[in-house]
């Protein structure tokens, strides 16, 4: 809201319509141009047509947003275009229609800073996302940008800028949580000629998203985080590794690149000063592995990307055996705050060994999802019920599943435990990159860790046995118990293994793998053991485990789910009540999704049977007219 | 080749960009070009092919026109991600991994594409398609095949 300048009367206005990726695939480009077609044509004065990066709050996208006022629409379409701009941008009157409704009261909230999602975030990473434009240095300038960096190379020493990010206490926010500070003072302090600084955005985990929306919607405050991060380590050449699936990060990051050599923030003699920097972006090609710092060292150089053992560091030997800095995203998008508002300030916020913000893709079973940026130390429930605005369709909370693939799910009892780096680890998950993904009645515990498992087995680069063959042997065990085939020695069978692919794996991912399976084990075992013994799924979502029946009181021979049936395996008639055939059926669900909610005929159930007739019969005529 | 090897030096870090290069002209990497790649950056063809087959943006056989995803993010899973991918095989009549015959299509599953609050999500070249249900997948591949 700051940087919308107030004007002589009311009639200046600005509408910023959000160009992320979530906004782009709601077609956003095309109602920026249907609205700067439909300004020129009002010929309105005053009024701007612009667009921002990410606002995080992707799922009521397309989103934009008008200053002076800060008026928030959501699910805005290019056919919504003449109305915003007669209605408001003309006359002033906002258009209530596309306001917010938040999912709790129902109620329409015209303000942006009254959302409740945005209101209970504390943005510092995401300070300038979805405030300005990510294509002009000059936006970034004008809210204070580069001043850090330029306070930096007049007033402070290498040594400074290290001790100053050491009393912050930032840790690294790409999941291990290592202290910032004291990774770069390794660095500064390693002997060699030539260093090199790296920005990691290789955000690999499925369900994070943050360092994209950091990269799309203020590209440049990672680049000036990571020109400090240089000066302070001494190096005179960076990278940002990011990945290929991300193209309009890739895109925005090289033009600020572009910008701010041309405006004499990278390059040689920076600002006038002794220090140089260039900056290169290598784009991933579809690794996950890696995001892990010796295995992207590896890709940089053009090798398969697999880890390392360590020591070396690579605060000693990194890139071509030189001294290197690996920081991610967010880290490094937090630096220039830090150096501006003092690490006092920052360190005032969050816990007592997590400080300041960390950044959640809240996503999954959740009203409001999208990106959120807390302090340290919240408890879960507040995340989920008050930011996130709690489960949709009045369905019952079962698990948070934290730190991705490499994390835990965590049940009800979790939900008043604090968000930081040591109490996630202590319940058996961890912070990771951030993804917050929510799961309710409906979601299987025993799939949601087979599915994990299938994707680190796939992910796995094959260097250490126990990841290699450990992980596979733990999916077809869970592919098995998913199937109604697990056996009762399979639960301590699984125990073992992931303790033993965890103790023998030399990176991240192997040792992380196995999270996923033990926290499984830890707070649902009553799931496994119900597939195991009863062969029933409790979440009514294993295929092979469930049945759809058709419930003779009820249907009404209306013939929809035949017709959808992609098995063809309803029989039925006009007015006669449908019966599926239960060897034929493929358990896809479609019959209970087509079956019209007046007759709500089909049910879903896990070993169970439901008594039905063996082939149709006629409808039962209604008493409904007697009663009338 | 010759004219993606006018944008490198020949230096043996390059190897990743010039194998995207390859991929993006071709759409995928011909064993004539690993050739080639060898001989440029003076590096064992083995070493190429253990690079290619390591990440999985390269591809040894042609890709189909159309390139289409479905992610199976986290959070697309848990929004039903596996019917959406079931509902394309069934449209598309191959499964994930494959091409189709006629080079036409070629579908593939992605681990995430980071649009994970539009789960569940699919991608056509470089258009990404959020909140799919199975009964929007006919209408965005009838979307691409209008625009032919």
Redesign the interface.
């Known amino acids: 809201m700051t940087r919308a300048k107030p004007s002589n009367g009311n009639k200046q206005r600005t509408i910023y319509v959000c160009q992320g990726?979530?906004c782009?695939?709601?077609k956003s480009l095309e109602i920026t141009e249907a609205l700067k077609k439909a300004v020129k044509e009002q010929g309105l004065q005053g009024v701007n047509v612009d667009f921002t990066g990410c606002h995080g709050?992707?799922?009521q996208?397309p989103v934009a947003i008008v200053e002076p006022e800060g008026i928030f629409y959501a699910h805005v379409t290019a056919a919504d275009v003449p109305e915003i701009v007669e209605s408001h941008l003309r006359d002033g009157k906002p258009v209530e229609r596309l306001f917010y409704k938040d999912p709790v009261s129902g109620e329409a909230i015209p303000y942006h800073k009254d959302i409740k999602f945005y209101s209970m975030q504390q943005r510092i990473i995401l300070r300038n996302c979805g405030r300005l434009n990510p294509e002009r240095i000059e936006d970034y300038m004008a809210v204070g940008g580069y001043e850090s960096l330029k306070k930096v190379l007049k007033e402070m020493t290498p040594e400074q800028v290290i001790d100053e990010v050491k009393r912050s206490g930032l840790r690294g926010r790409g999941g291990a949580g290592f202290p910032t500070g004291t990774k770069w003072d390794f660095c500064h302090n390693a002997v060699g000629d030539q260093k090199y600084m790296i920005c990691n955005a290789d955000?690999?985990?499925?369900?994070?998203?943050m360092d994209?929306?950091t990269m799309e919607g203020d590209p440049y405050t990672v680049i000036e985080g990571m020109t400090i991060a240089a000066y302070a380590i001494g190096a005179s050449e960076g990278y940002i590794y990011i990945r290929?699936?991300?193209?309009l990060a890739v895109k925005r990051v090289r033009l600020a690149i572009q910008q701010a050599e041309e405006k004499g923030f990278l390059g040689d003699k920076i600002q006038g000063s002794d220090f140089s920097l260039h900056i290169h972006v290598?784009?991933?090609?579809?690794?996950?592995v890696c995001g892990e710092e010796t295995a992207l060292l590896a890709?940089?150089?053009?090798?398969?990307?697999?880890p390392r053992s360590r020591p070396p560091f690579p605060a000693n030997s990194g890139l071509w055996g030189k001294p290197t800095t690996i920081n991610n995203v967010k880290s490094l998008a937090t630096v220039p705050v830090i150096i501006d508002k003092g690490a006092e300030w920052y360190a005032s916020t969050g816990t007592e060994k997590s400080k300041g913000t960390c950044v959640f893709?809240l996503?999954?079973?959740i009203a409001n999802?999208?990106?959120i940026e807390v302090p340290m130390g919240i408890p879960l429930r507040k995340i989920i019920y008050e930011i996130g605005g709690g489960i949709p369709g009045n369905k019952k909370f079962k698990a948070v599943?934290t730190g991705?693939p490499s994390g835990g799910c965590l049940p009800e009892s979790y939900l008043d435990q604090p968000v930081d780096y040591e109490s996630l680890a202590a319940a058996g998950s961890m912070m990771g990159s951030g993804?917050m993904?929510v799961?309710d009645e409906e979601?299987c515990m025993v799939d949601?860790a087979r599915?994990?498992l299938s994707?680190t087995q796939a992910?796995s680069?094959g260097k250490c046995v126990p990841c290699r063959i450990g992980t596979k042997q733990m999916l077809d065990i869970l592919e098995r118990i998913c199937q109604g085939e697990g056996r009762p020695e399979d639960i301590p069978l699984l125990q073992q293994l992931g303790e033993q692919v965890k103790a023998g794996s030399l990176c991240g991912l192997g040792q992380t793998a196995p999270n996923p399976v033990l926290t499984t084990l830890r707070y649902f075992r009553d799931e496994y053991e119900a597939h195991i013994n009863e062969k029933r799924c409790p979440a009514l979502s294993c295929t092979k485990l469930i049945s759809f029946y058709i419930l003779p009181d009820k249907c009404q021979g209306c013939g929809i789910c035949a017709r959808e049936c992609?098995t063809e395996c309803i029989a039925g008639g006009k007015r006669m009540v449908h019966v599926i055939d239960q060897e034929k059926c493929a358990r896809?669900?479609?019959c209970l999704?087509v079956c019209p909610e007046r007759f709500s005929a089909i049910v879903k159930v896990s070993a169970e049977e439901v008594d039905v007739p063996s082939e149709p019969i006629p409808v039962k005529e209604k008493p409904k007219a007697a009663a009338a | 080749m010759k004219e993606i090897f006018s944008h490198y030096q020949g230096d043996?870090?390059?190897?990743?960009?010039i194998?995207?290069e390859t991929q993006a002209k071709f759409r995928y990497v011909p064993a004539a070009a690993m050739h080639e790649i060898s001989r440029f950056l003076r590096i064992p063809e083995s070493t190429i092919y253990?690079?290619s087959t390591?990440?999985?943006?390269?591809k040894l056989t042609p890709l189909g026109k159309k390139l289409i995803r479905v992610c199976?993010?986290?959070?697309?899973?848990?929004?039903g991600a596996s019917?959406v991918l079931?509902e394309v095989e069934?449209q598309l009549g191959i499964k994930a991994g494959q091409t189709s015959d006629d080079l036409e299509y070629t579908l593939e599953t992605?681990?995430?594409?980071?649009?994970?609050?539009?789960?569940p999500?699919m991608t056509i070249d470089?258009?990404?398609?959020?909140k799919m249900t199975?009964k929007k997948v006919a209408e965005v591949l009838g979307d691409t095949s209008k625009a032919e």
């Open positions: 990726t979530g782009i695939s709601g709050f992707c799922e996208g955000e690999g985990d499925p369900g994070a998203f994209r929306s290929a699936e991300y193209p290598k784009e991933g090609a579809g690794a996950f890709s940089i150089e053009g090798k398969r990307g697999m893709a996503t999954g079973k999802s999208g990106l599943q991705g993804g993904v799961m979601t949601v599915y994990f994707f992910e680069c992609p896809c669900g479609t999704e | 043996k870090q390059e190897l990743i960009p194998l995207q253990g690079v390591f990440y999985a943006q390269f199976r993010g986290t959070a697309c899973h848990v929004r019917k079931a069934k992605v681990a995430c594409i980071g649009a994970c609050a539009l789960a999500t470089n258009e990404t398609y959020g199975t």
